[in-house]
C-alpha cells in the first residue's frame, strides 16, 4: 500500500481530556499535510471546519464510556454535524449490552444513525466483552445501519487486535483505534479486515509506508 493509498485510511486522532485547540491545530496541520482524516473532540468541531475545510473530519458522541443517554446522544449528533462534523464515532452503551438489554443497545445505535446523514461509526470497546459480546455488539450495529465497527476508545485497558478486527469484518467494515502505532501494525490491521485505523500515530504511520 502506498503512502497516499494509505493515508486516506487513517484517522489521525486527538481525544485526550487535556486536549487544546492549539493541539487540535496541529493534528489538522499534519492531517492536511500527509492526507489524512482527522478526529477530534466535539467542542472543537465548528472550529476545526473552518480552520481546515479541506480534511475530512470525525467528532466522537457518547465518549467515552457510552453511558449518555439516547436522547443525549442524539442531541450530540446533531449539534457535531450541523458544526461540521463528517463523519460520527460513537460509544455502545457497554453496560446495556452485558445485561443482554440488546434491544436497547440496537435502538440507542439506530437514533443517532437516523439523527445525521453522515457515517456512524460503533465504537464496542472490544477490551470490554467477551467474545460472544463482540459479536452481538456488532450484530446490533449491523442491524441499526451503522456505517463501521470500531474496536476502541482508546481509554479502556487494550486496544485493536488482529483477532477483534477479524471477528468484526464478519458484520461491517471496521475501523481499528487503540494501541496501532506503526506502518507494520497499521498493514497487520487491514490485512485483518480493518479499511480504516485511528491513531495519535498517524504521521508515524505513513511516514513508514512506501511512497510509491
Known amino acids: 500500500m502506498n503512502r497516499a493509498d494509505l493515508a486516506a485510511r487513517i484517522d489521525h486522532t486527538v481525544l485526550g481530556p487535556e486536549t487544546t485547540m492549539a493541539d487540535v491545530e496541529a ?3 499534519a492531517a492536511a499535510e ?3 482524516n482527522a478526529c477530534i473532540p466535539p467542542c472543537y468541531v465548528a472550529e476545526a471546519s473552518e480552520y481546515a475545510p479541506d480534511v475530512l473530519l470525525a467528532t466522537v458522541v457518547g465518549f467515552p464510556h457510552g453511558q449518555h443517554t439516547t436522547t443525549a446522544k442524539r ?3 446533531v449539534d457535531a454535524w450541523q458544526a ?3 463523519e460520527l ?3 455502545i452503551n457497554v453496560g446495556r449490552l452485558k445485561a443482554g438489554d440488546d434491544e436497547l443497545v440496537t435502538e440507542d445505535i439506530s ?3 437516523a439523527a445525521v446523514p453522515v457515517p456512524v461509526k460503533v465504537i464496542i470497546e472490544t477490551a470490554l466483552l467477551t467474545e460472544e459480546e463482540k459479536h452481538r455488539a456488532c450484530e446490533a450495529a449491523a442491524e441499526a445501519d451503522a456505517a463501521f465497527v470500531k474496536t476502541s ?3 479502556a485497558d487494550g486496544g485493536a487486535t488482529v483477532e477483534d478486527v477479524a471477528l468484526m469484518a464478519e458484520y461491517l467494515p471496521v475501523k ?3 494501541g496501532v502505532g506503526s506502518y507494520d501494525e497499521a498493514v497487520a490491521m487491514f490485512e485483518a479486515g480493518a479499511e480504516r485505523i485511528g491513531a495519535s500515530s498517524g504521521v508515524d504511520i505513513v511516514s513508514g509506508a512506501p511512497e510509491e
Do not use: I, Q
Open 27 to 29: 493534528v489538522l496541520d
Open 34 to 36: 500527509w492526507g489524512m
Open 75 to 77: 442531541e450530540e449528533a
Open 84 to 86: 461540521g462534523a463528517d
Open 89 to 91: 464515532d460513537m460509544v
Open 111 to 113: 437514533e443517532v444513525v
Open 153 to 155: 476508545t482508546g481509554f
Open 176 to 178: 481499528a483505534s487503540g
